[in-house]
Structure formats: structure tokens, C-alpha cells
């Protein structure tokens, strides 16, 4: 089974601290993802990594950054924790996609359990 | 940009009685995969069913069904027989085909409660 862990459950942090949010994945998956949720809002993309030192933006990236130097870890980080980043925080990964040739994977996203991140 | 609507942002059921979970997404593009995911009171995203927008055979995985209308662009989810374990939040989403490795959009959830 793939399995996605996320270091930190709870955080409780304040205003201002760098805050880091990690990932790892064991199915040497290519693509990860870092989406933040909140009630009524559903999930947002905040950055996602095509592969190894690659990102991009997603929907939401102001107040963020990532880092991939390793395939199987995925950092969030924000630089200085304000009070409308208190939120839960949902790392993913997926195989490559889109499929070529038959490879590739079916677009299935695996998540891990969740980061509630909360700043004072 | 594509964009996932669920308009129930609740749903209660009769626990053993069948219900139904609605999504409708908007796209300009004629080849996509659709997803249901779970997420228990215990958080982590679990994939319910898939379905690939070019088959018309609805999915199903043992008591979840989907209900695609294409030309509609529907995509409900039908959970029978209901049980205490189905309770979560449902979310709906949209992956366009072929299109780089951009995430899932998702529907903004249905909290799902069942009634013993």
C-alpha cells in the first residue's frame, strides 16, 4: 500500500515563526502536492512538484514555498506564519501522469493524514 | 479553468437506506477523469471510484455507483445500504486528461451523516 506521512499532526505556532511541513512518500511516486483545506472552502492546490527541484504554483501559493531535493520528500514552508494560514494542510502523491504508452498512472491522488496547523 | 460544483453541503440517511451525492463540474474539454474521495472523521482522503469520461459504462465498487450524464455534466455518487462507516466528508473532482501533472480540482464537500 502507498503511504504518505506528514511529520506533524498539530502545530500550534505564532505570528511571524517559519514554519516547516513535511512529506514523504514510500512508492517512488514522481508528482506531489501540498493542498490546504477549510470548511466550506474545500480543497485548494497551494504547489505541486512535477519531479526532484521541480514546482509549480497551484491556485493559492502567496505566503508559501516548497522544496523537492529528495523524490520521496515534499517540504512545505511558510516563511512567517500569519493568522490566516491556520488551516489543515493535506500533502499528496501521485505516479506520473497523464498516461503515455500504457505507463504512467490513473491520476489517483494518496494522501496522508493531514497537518492541522495553527498560528497564534 | 474547470471548476467542481457539490450543492449539498450536507446529507443525513437512514442507516441501510441508499443515497445520493451530487456534483457537477464545467470543463471544455471532451477527455477527463472524475473522482469521489472519503474523508473519515480520522482525515486521510481515501478514493472511493473513478471514472474516465470516454467510457459510458458507469463505475461501481461494490455499494458505490456513479451516475455520469456526460452531456449533462453530472457525476453522482450512489452509496447503498448505507453504514455507520460511510460517514464522512464526500468530495467530488475533476482531472483533465493528458494535461501535465496538475492536481485534482475539487467540489467544496458533502458531510455525509449516517442515522442508526
Known amino acids: 500500500d502507498v503511504k504518505v506521512t506528514q511529520s506533524s499532526r498539530y502545530l500550534v505556532k505564532r505570528t511571524g515563526e517559519k514554519v516547516f511541513l513535511e512529506c514523504v512518500q514510500d512508492?517512488?511516486?514522481?508528482?506531489m502536492f501540498w493542498y490546504r483545506q477549510d470548511p466550506g472552502l474545500g480543497l485548494r492546490l497551494i504547489y505541486f512538484?512535477?519531479?526532484?527541484?521541480?514546482?509549480e504554483k497551484g491556485d493559492i501559493p502567496e505566503g508559501y514555498s516548497v522544496s523537492r531535493e529528495k523524490k520521496e520528500r515534499f517540504s512545505l514552508i511558510l516563511e512567517s506564519a500569519s493568522t490566516n494560514q491556520t488551516s489543515m494542510y493535506l500533502c499528496?502523491?501521485?505516479?506520473?501522469?497523464?498516461?503515455?504508452?500504457?505507463?504512467?498512472?490513473?491520476?489517483?491522488?494518496?494522501f496522508g493524514e493531514g497537518s492541522r496547523l495553527t498560528v497564534l | 479553468a474547470q471548476t467542481v460544483t457539490q450543492s449539498q453541503p450536507e446529507m443525513s440517511v437512514q442507516e441501510a437506506e441508499t443515497v445520493t451525492l451530487s456534483c457537477t463540474y464545467d470543463?471544455?474539454?471532451?477527455?477527463?477523469?472524475l473522482f469521489w474521495y472519503k474523508q473519515p472523521p480520522s482525515r486521510q482522503m481515501i478514493l472511493v471510484i473513478r471514472?474516465?469520461?470516454?467510457?459510458?459504462q458507469n463505475a461501481t465498487e461494490n455499494r458505490f455507483s456513479v451516475n455520469f450524464q456526460k452531456a449533462a455534466k453530472s457525476f453522482s455518487l450512489k452509496i447503498s445500504d448505507s453504514q455507520l462507516g460511510d460517514a464522512a466528508m464526500y468530495f467530488c473532482?475533476?482531472?483533465?486528461?493528458?494535461?501535465?501533472?496538475?492536481?485534482?480540482?475539487f467540489g467544496k464537500g458533502t458531510h455525509l451523516i449516517i442515522q442508526p
Open positions: 473532482a475533476f482531472l483533465e486528461s493528458g494535461g501535465g501533472a496538475d492536481g485534482l480540482t
Open positions: 512508492m517512488d511516486h514522481e508528482n
Open positions: 499528496a502523491s501521485r505516479r506520473f501522469y497523464p498516461t503515455t504508452g500504457g505507463l504512467g498512472g490513473t491520476g489517483e491522488l494518496f
Open positions: 512538484s512535477y519531479d526532484v527541484k521541480m514546482k
Open positions: 470543463t471544455s474539454e471532451s477527455d477527463y477523469y
Open positions: 471514472q474516465e469520461a470516454y467510457k459510458q
